[in-house]
């Protein structure tokens, strides 16, 4: 056993050097502003601390395309998933406060809230909410929230529709949902918002000032940068989308130097100018591993020296280089966030882009790679770029696929009119399908955004294009006919990686 310990002692040692922090951390500023370049993303801001002081806080690029200003260390971005670890510490608060307990069952709370099984529904604690292991697949029921308007309390009730993937607490299933159960449980407890309980007890002790936990804040004169879209290679921005329906998994807006303050109360488990808002036990409690993650192919390859992945509340965990690195991502329309701490070494990165790509990855890993002193460099900027370029190309042969697949002179079944209607089901609600001249069109009766035109690809499959400015690809709606020739239900095709489209049921309802 000691010959093995000093062997792997002696692998991870071999692996990394002593470092300069503050040496390499000029170097990653220049390395920073050129990978925006590289990238062809708008603009990124980064927030560098260390034991408990700022290292670097800069701007890159600009925060819009239309009028190049640029990005400074407090211009506010959504940084979406990130907002899950403030809810994981709000709850942590509570428990301290003798409030609620980590086990307590959910339906103590929410006694109304149901999944796909009565067992699971009366057993899923405040601790399963916070860790994504509640059966569902990743991101599953995404759609019943995004850009809806269906209130918090209706996305949570609907929830008893989605299909179980996985055993009960035998498997990692990112959930968007239950991180909204989790923040509803505060107002229940407490009397307060989800809004209310996190500024107050979070952001302002913090010294968040600028954060915000709504689109619907924004005022003008705000350092405000704009999520942008890429296409054919030109980025374009976009509208906000109010996520105020999933607040609790994914609402605050932040500068890079608002982030950098939440990071240091972070790593100093609780503490912040001579108060205590959590313990040294809930940090250790957040950052401790309840749901294991397969290490993939592609990190052990490019990663060898993680041997654990997984989650804990609000906050992924994996090792690198002989450290415990506790991490987020946050992925918004239009904007990508990443944050970074490496509790041991006392420091921690938050890199904020508005621009949909894996550039705040790729940013996080090279810092890891340098500041944890790595001798295998991977340059990240430049590896993941080549692979960004290998996906556009494989998308671009998928979209030729499809035409030479199509059967162009594949005719109707029937006339146009006779598609129009209300289509829907109890997880979402309705689609409705009209005729304007010579073209139908859709409407997703509860997603304003989700609107556009109709146009024949073959037999009763028509090419689904967004009216509005959307991240989303185009896609593919088909009719299907029931045993007299009618039709009787629609399914959507979407092929992207964050809603699914086909858990969602269409049957004509009139």
């Known amino acids: 056993m000691r010959l093995i310990f000093f062997t792997l002692l002696l692998i991870i040692s071999s692996a990394v050097s002593a470092v300069d922090f503050d040496k390499e951390v000029k170097k990653l500023d ?61 709850l942590g608060m509570l428990v301290e406060e003798g409030k609620i307990s980590w086990d307590d069952k959910v339906q103590k709370y929410l006694p109304w809230f149901e999944l796909y099984d009565p067992y699971v529904s009366a057993n899923l604690t405040i601790r399963d909410l916070l860790c994504h292991r509640s059966g569902l697949e990743t991101f599953s029921g995404d759609l019943i929230w995004y850009g809806s308007t269906h209130s918090r309390e209706e996305v949570l009730r ?50 968040m000032n600028d954060a915000k936990l709504s689109v619907t804040e924004f005022r003008n004169g705000d350092d ?78 490019l990663m060898p020296t993680m041997t654990f992945n997984g989650y804990g509340l609000g906050w992924e965990l994996s090792n690198l280089h002989g450290k415990l690195v506790v991490s987020h991502g946050g992925g918004y329309d239009g904007m990508i966030s990443r944050s970074i701490m490496v509790p041991e070494e006392g420091w921690g990165i938050i890199i904020v882009t508005n621009n949909v790509s894996s550039l705040s990855y790729a940013m996080g890993m090279e810092t890891l790679d340098r500041l944890l002193g790595s001798k295998e460099r991977n340059d990240w900027g430049n590896k993941l770029l080549k692979s960004k370029k290998e996906s556009e190309i494989a998308e671009k042969e998928a979209v ?82 029931d045993n007299e020739g009618n039709i009787d239900e629609l399914f959507v095709d979407v092929d992207n990686p964050d809603f699914d489209f086909s858990e969602l049921q269409f049957k004509k309802l009139d």
């Open 30 to 90: 220049a390395y920073y502003a050129q990978s925006l370049k590289d990238w062809n993303v708008p603009g990124m801001a980064i927030c560098i601390v260390k034991d408990g002081k700022v290292a670097l806080s800069k701007g890159y690029g600009v925060k819009d395309v239309n009028t190049n200003a640029p990005v400074t260390p407090n211009s506010l971005f959504a940084v979406a998933s990130n907002t899950k670890a403030f809810t994981a510490a709000a």
């Open 158 to 207: 609907r929830a008893k529709y989605l299909k179980q993937a996985y055993g009960f607490r035998s498997h990692f299933g990112y959930q968007n949902i239950l991180f909204l159960a989790a923040g509803e449980i505060i107002p229940v407890v407490t009397g307060k918002s989800w809004e209310a309980f996190v500024r107050e007890r979070i952001l302002q002790p913090a010294g």
């Open 224 to 301: 405000l940068a704009m999520p942008h879209n890429e296409k054919n290679g030109v980025n374009q921005t976009i509208d906000w989308v109010n996520w105020d329906n999933i607040a609790p998994a994914g609402a605050l807006l932040a500068s890079a130097n608002d982030m950098g303050k939440w990071l240091m109360l972070q790593l100093a488990k609780g503490k912040v100018n001579g108060d205590t808002l959590w313990s040294d036990n809930t940090a250790w409690e957040m950052w401790k591993m309840h749901t294991p993650e397969d290490i993939s192919g592609w990190r052990r390859r």
């Open 400 to 481: 030729a696929a499809a035409e030479a697949a199509r059967v162009k002179d594949a005719k109707m079944s029937k006339a146009l009119s006779d598609y129009t209607g209300k289509y829907g089901g109890p997880m979402y609600g309705n689609i409705i399908i009209r005729l304007i001249g010579d073209q139908l069109a859709f409407q997703f009766e509860q997603t304003p955004l989700f609107r556009g035109t109709l146009r024949h690809w073959h037999y009763d499959t028509f090419q689904l294009n967004w009216g509005t400015s959307m991240m989303l690809p185009s896609g593919f709606i088909r009719f299907s006919l």
